[in-house]
């Protein structure tokens, strides 16, 4: 396992399963910013999301060892669900392609190779904001909205938790300046203890690097 760790260490975790040297070096041009973990096979991929989750895969089909990425992408759903999938290829015919978008293990995106670099940047922005944590936050929403739940059910406070830190970390990834609680704490209205506590579970979760918020395991939240 290789990673490629990106200057800015607030952006987005990538894994990307790939065993093309030169495919590497151009994820690696094209996907600055990013903190990158690269690996060979898909059997190295499942290893690598059970030492740390990532926010994104990038799964090539042709890997090392004979492996195919396509045999492992429900693996990968099944112990990762939440986490977007882009999946290359040049080798998939349109059945194949049709497949790996269909179902409730499927991959959200297929690009071709050669992989257009626009192309890839914008589709990664695309997965890492609206796909993942994003639909899972907007599905609950919608089964509390089908099951009129009240506002005070704790399921209710558990869609809000996560809707909120889904903003926070679209909000903080790439910044410069420390988070402002205060600030923060009134945009969601709830209190300071509760923002920190929401730092604490993303960079706990590695979704926010520490260097953010450094005293983050230093602090003592309380509920809301």
């Not at 099944?78 to 293990?105: F, N």
């Not at 903080?172 to 709830?190: K, M, Q």
Request: aromatic share 4%; net charge negative; with cysteine.
């Amino acid at each position: 396992m290789s990673r490629m760790t990106a200057t800015e260490e607030k952006m987005a975790s990538i894994l990307i399963v790939e065993d093309d040297p030169k495919q590497l070096r151009l994820y690696g041009k094209a996907l600055r910013g990013y903190r990158l973990t690269c690996v060979s096979t898909g059997t190295g991929a499942l290893k690598a999301i059970a030492e740390a989750r990532p926010d994104l895969v990038i799964l090539d089909n042709i890997l090392d060892a004979g492996e195919r990425g396509l045999e492992f992408l429900p693996q990968l759903k099944a112990v990762a669900a939440h986490v977007p999938v882009i999946m290359i290829s040049g080798t998939l015919q349109i059945r194949e392609q049709l497949a790996a978008l269909q179902g409730p293990r499927s991959a959200h995106y297929i690009l071709e190779k050669p992989v257009d670099l626009d192309e890839l940047d914008r589709t990664v922005e695309i997965a890492l904001t609206e796909c993942g944590l994003g639909e899972t936050v907007a599905a609950l929403q919608s089964l509390e909205r089908a099951e009129k739940f009240s506002a005070s059910e704790p399921d209710r406070r558990f869609t809000e938790r996560l809707s909120r830190q889904h903003a926070m970390i679209k909000t903080l990834r790439g910044g410069h300046e420390r988070p402002n609680i205060s600030g923060l704490a009134r945009t969601f209205n709830v209190s300071r203890k509760t923002i920190i506590r929401d730092l604490q579970d993303l960079i706990q979760r590695g979704q926010l690097a520490e260097e953010i918020y450094p005293e983050w395991n230093q602090e003592h939240a309380g509920g809301e």
